[in-house]
T-cell receptor
Framework: GQQVMQIPQYQHVQEGEDFTTYCNSSTTLSNIQWYKQRPGGHPVFLIQ?????EVKKQKRLTFQFGEAKKNSSLHITATQTTDVGTYFC?????????????FGRGTQLTVWP | DAGVTQSPTHLIKTRGQQVTLRCSPKSGHDTVSWYQQALGQGPQFIFQ???????QRGNFPDRFSGHQFPNYSSELNVNALLLGDSALYLC????????????FGDGTRLSIL
């Protein structure tokens, strides 16, 4: 079956350092979505990338979708304590329009002041 | 504009019992998906309901069943509970189940003793 893998599983950084998490799918994705889940909370949608090679930025966050639409990355510049949480990538299979998402295991980010 | 609401927030059951979880989608959404999130894992797709029918199903046994009502709200039923069913159950809504961002509720924390 389809698998979505994320590395690293955990990342501890000092405030102000950069952070990157990587996502790889065993199959081609229709699109890639990123979610953030704060401790004790629920996943909250951050962004969706659709096109091969697409790059999008949200303030200090940069998202990239690979050329083969099988991998993606999220980079945070100059982390802040508010960035704490688990970041998940997720995507539906290529050709699927039914919206089932395959989630990675997530990268848990800890930021200490 | 109400978001996705789930009830109850917490539930404690014993092995062999049955449980029903409820979800009301975000206003304007007509598709409900259910996910199971074990501790330290990403959400795992259980099934999706659209137009009162189960449209997609993940790798979950028949003990997991659901229903969608004409007002788009949904229920998740789990029979013959096992210890391994302990998890956070998340409901997510979208419009027509297409490859759009999922809006998640706060979830129901189910503990099996």
């Amino acid at each position: 079956g389809q698998q979505v893998m994320q590395i690293p599983q955990y990342q501890h950084v000092q405030e102000g350092e950069d952070f990157t998490t990587y996502c790889n799918s065993s199959t081609t994705l229709s699109n890639i979505q990123w979610y953030k889940q704060r401790p004790g909370g629920h996943p909250v949608f951050l962004i969706q990338l659709v096109k091969s090679g697409e790059v999008k930025k949200q303030k200090r966050l940069t998202f990239q979708f690979g050329e083969a639409k099988k991998n993606s990355s999220l980079h945070i510049t100059a982390t802040q304590t508010t960035d704490v949480g688990t970041y998940f990538c997720a995507g539906p299979n290529r050709g699927s329009t039914l919206g089932r998402l395959y989630f990675g295991r997530g990268t848990q980010l800890t930021v200490w002041p | 504009d109400a978001g996705v609401t789930q009830s109850p927030t917490h539930l404690i059951k014993t092995r062999g019992q049955q449980v029903t979880l409820r979800c009301s989608p975000k206003s304007g959404h007509d598709t409900v998906s259910w996910y199971q999130q074990a501790l330290g894992q990403g959400p795992q797709f259980i099934f999706q309901y659209y137009e009162e029918e189960e449209r997609q199903r993940g790798n979950f046994p028949d003990r997991f069943s659901g229903h969608q009502f004409p007002n788009y709200s949904s229920e998740l039923n789990v029979n013959a509970l096992l210890l391994g069913d302990s998890a956070l159950y998340l409901c997510a809504s979208s419009f027509r189940g297409q490859n759009q961002p999922q809006h998640f509720g706060d979830g129901t924390r189910l503990s099996i003793l």
